[in-house]
């Protein structure tokens, strides 16, 4: 446990790109089915696309990527983070990547954060208690009506940025307002709404090619 914290505190130190989602209806409990994890889970199932196309590569997955599934669909919220350098047994299908996030929501889980299998934790808390640890990050909101991301500059998107996305049900006022506080950028990636793993893949690759040029 103490390796792997390490090996966690590394990783932020260097680490280039996290991915908040926002599941408001997202389960807070193991209980659901594999076989019908749409229908059974507050809709994991756009979360785990979304863990997808943060991590997954043709022929492994991104080191350098964080993601932070922010699960609201229960008495009490829960985040699980999913951190790249110590990830393992993520394949590119939501059953698997499902099955891990369910051993992670059957750990007993407390405002610290508790690992579930390697690179994967839980813990108790929402959006409010993720905002306060990322506060040394670049926040970056994805909203249709914001500034075209091709119009920040390369510095903008250095170091350690957060880009925070919502569901399918899209984010609350109150949430709106939380993440306006935390001095987050709203950026567009166009005005059609897109799915979040979508936005995710773009983003990647975005930063990938490093691409700037005036709009």
């Known amino acids: ?23 408001h209806k997202a389960t807070t409990a193991p209980n659901f089915s594999l076989e019908d994890i749409p229908g059974t889970s507050g809709r994991l199932d756009i979360l785990c696309r979304a863990v997808t196309a943060a991590f997954v590569l043709s022929h492994g997955i991104r080191k350098d990527v964080c993601v932070y599934l922010v699960l609201l669909g229960g008495e009490i919220p829960k985040t ?8 393992r ?3 590119p299908d939501e059953r698997t990547t499902a099955a891990l996030l369910k051993k992670a929501l059957a750990v007993p889980a407390t405002p610290t ?6 690179g994967i934790f839980v813990r108790t808390g929402g959006l409010p208690e993720l905002l306060a640890d990322l506060l ?4 970056i909101y994805l909203r249709e009506d914001g500034a075209d991301i091709r119009s920040l500059d390369e510095g903008s998107l250095s170091g350690e940025t957060a880009f925070i996305l919502g569901d399918h049900t899209g984010m609350t006022t109150e949430e709106e307002s939380l993440i306006e506080l935390a001095g987050a950028r709203v950026v567009s990636l166009g005005p059609t709404s897109l799915h979040a793993d979508h936005c995710i893949v773009l983003l990647n690759w975005f930063l990938d090619t490093n691409v700037f040029m005036p709009v």
Do not use: P, Q
């Open 80 to 87: 699980i983070r999913l951190v790249g350098e110590t990830l």
């Open 1 to 23: 446990m103490e390796s792997e914290r390490c090996l966690y505190l590394l990783f932020v130190l260097k680490a280039m790109r996290s991915f908040i989602i926002v599941g």
């Open 89 to 91: 047994h993520l394949n």
């Open 136 to 139: 040394d990050a670049k926040l």
């Open 113 to 118: 954060w508790a690992m579930s299998t390697s």
